[in-house]
């Protein structure tokens, strides 16, 4: 009887259970599915409107910028890590604040040079307001950032000190005062020079990250790497050369001071392959110094002036019309022709065709090409047609201008331009196209395509290797070249260049004297130029000066104060592998060439331990460390001064590397 009792008790226990199981089970299915009939009826995306997106958003992450290389692997632009710091108040427990404010503040007190006394003042009210994004500081490089980090209470981190780092990209110049115009910007609005031609490869891909709202105003990363890693830019290499461009800024600025000039223009290419080893753009400032700000050599057309009498004649020369045994009967070095008063600089007489180029005769010029083509000067303007000077080059250089040149169908024409044209105006053409015809005379009727592009590396890797391309497979006949590189040789030998003549360099060149808003009253305004290649025998490299109102008091023909800015530059130029110039012209005030010799070393990360990378160069360690799948952050340019981690410290793959480099 009694187990009998037993088993009724146990079984009315269970019962009671399964019964409370039930009726909880029931109760939460009930609410289950008062749930999906509430979400059902409700609009989703008022809650997401509502909260999510007024608490949280999907901001944009900044790709690294690729740098920018001279040809020699120097830097010209880089992007640097900049850091930002952040308090968030609310995470500091009470205890870790109440002992360490003291010290903190006093290493602040140290580091930014403000009183403690402020800090802790600022820190006790941002503490009482539970500021959850307090900014500190902003645009911390490394060095900075890798002390402050370590300070009392910021050194317990993010979730127990409180400090939020955040990281930013900075484009920096490595160099300051050489080509700063032709490397030019992007800013994401504008660009220009280098940095807006190569932006699509520069740029990388932007990532994502998500940040929480803490005020009206700020918001904060809930992770910094979160959502979508950016995809750092590409290593481009352009075509300058920083040596050369050195030289030619030196060389020209050196000349606009002497003649108080407003601005001047070199283009250096180099002939075999059409690559632009410099491009220097100088114009004064209103303190009186020169800057290079502004690229003239693409952006401007100019009425050339006697430079472009070797176009005019080059078309006469490949027509047949005139030979080395051409002359002309310049008179007294006046002549009227259509009622256009045209005169010489340099005397009268009979020239044979190399002393019209050697005494840039404007009547010998304009005598020739209006006897041959006066009655037909389209078969004139075509030879300038085929040589693309009415065309816009096709440059990665954003900003050039097109040329204009009048022609019979243009309401300014009438029966003295075609003389005006032989000689130098009635057209405007920007320098750079200029540069590129007398460089496609230099390498023997074959055009180039100007270049400024060498390669494209990505993490160590050759990805794009320019190539020359030709513009104009043949400008003229075999004979004409060699008639035009005599006479332009002559024109440097005896004629207006001769003041650069040196037996020790054989060059090739043409002055240029041009009058510039010579319609409106005042002063004239001049600009001298020379355009030419050497060695004449075998040319290298072609070079186009041009300076712009220089003080016509001190001067203002082209053989006065642009050859001799051609003749420093050619001189120079051939340091590597001298011609016996004079000595004066080898004297290089800013290159250093014991910079330029590079050892080359191996990096290896042995047993995964950091090496040491301290006094290596930068440029070959970096590519190494990439490859071995390590992300490395740097700042400066030349050699690592400083590294982090530490030799000896375990690194694994890719982890942060931080360097610090130093010339």
Known sequence: MQKQNEYDNKRKRTLRWGYLFAVVALCVFVLFLTRIVILQNTN?????????????????????????????????ATTVMRY???????????????????????????MFGKPRGEFRKKFDEQRKKKNQYYTLVKGLDFDQYDRIRKFPIFKRGKNKGGFIVDRNYKRELATTEIGAGTIGMDNGVYSSGLEGAFSKYLRGTDGKRLEQRINSSQ?????????????????????????????????LEKQLINFEAKHGTVIVMEVETGKVRAMVNLRKTEDGNYEDSYNYAIKDNIEPGSTFKTISLLA???????????????????????????????????????DVLAKSSNVGT?????KYYADKPQIFLDHLKRWKLFDKMEIELPGITKPK???????????????????????????????????????GGKMLKPLFIDKIMKDGKVMYNAKPAVIVNKMASEKAIKMMTSALTKAVEKGTGKSIFTPNLKMAGKTGTARFEYWLPGPMKYRASFAGFYPADNPKYTCYVMISE????????????????????????????????????????????????????KVAVNNKQMPSVVGLIGKNVIPQLENLGYRVDYKGVGRIKEQFPLEGTIISRNQRIYLSLQN
């Open 219 to 251: 918001w904060k990363p809930i992770d910094y790497w979160k959502v979508q890693e950016p995809v750092d830019g590409e290593d481009v290499y352009t075509t300058l050369d920083l040596r050369i461009q050195d030289i030619a800024h030196s060389a």
């Open 44 to 76: 989703v995306q008022e809650i997401k409107d509502d909260y999510i997106n007024k608490n949280y958003r999907e901001a944009t992450l900044k790709a690294a910028r690729g740098n920018l290389f001279a040809s020699d692997g120097s830097i010209l």
């Open 84 to 110: 930002d710091i952040y308090l968030d108040f609310k995470t500091m427990k009470d205890t870790v604040y109440t002992n360490n404010i003291g010290a903190l503040t006093d290493s602040l007190s140290k």
């Open 366 to 370: 304009a005598k020739l090409i209006t």
């Open 550 to 601: 220089p003080n016509t008091a001190k001067g203002f023909y082209g053989g006065t104060v642009s050859a001799p800015v051609f003749k420093e530059i050619a001189g120079k130029t051939f340091l590597k592998t001298p011609q016996n110039i004079e000595k004066e012209m080898l004297v290089d005030r800013k290159v250093n060439l014991n910079k330029m010799v590079e050892p080359n070393v």
């Open 405 to 443: 040149i009048v022609t019979p169908e243009n309401k300014r024409w009438n029966a003295a331009t075609l003389a005006s044209i032989a000689y130098g105006y009635s057209s405007n053409i920007n320098l750079l196209q200029l540069a590129t015809f007398y460089n496609g005379v230099a390498n």
């Open 316 to 354: 006469a020369m490949d027509d047949g019309f005139i030979d080395e045994n051409t002359t002309v009967n310049v008179g007294g070095g006046v002549w009227t022709y259509a009622k256009q008063r045209i005169s010489d600089g340099h005397g009268g007489g009979t020239y044979d065709i190399s």
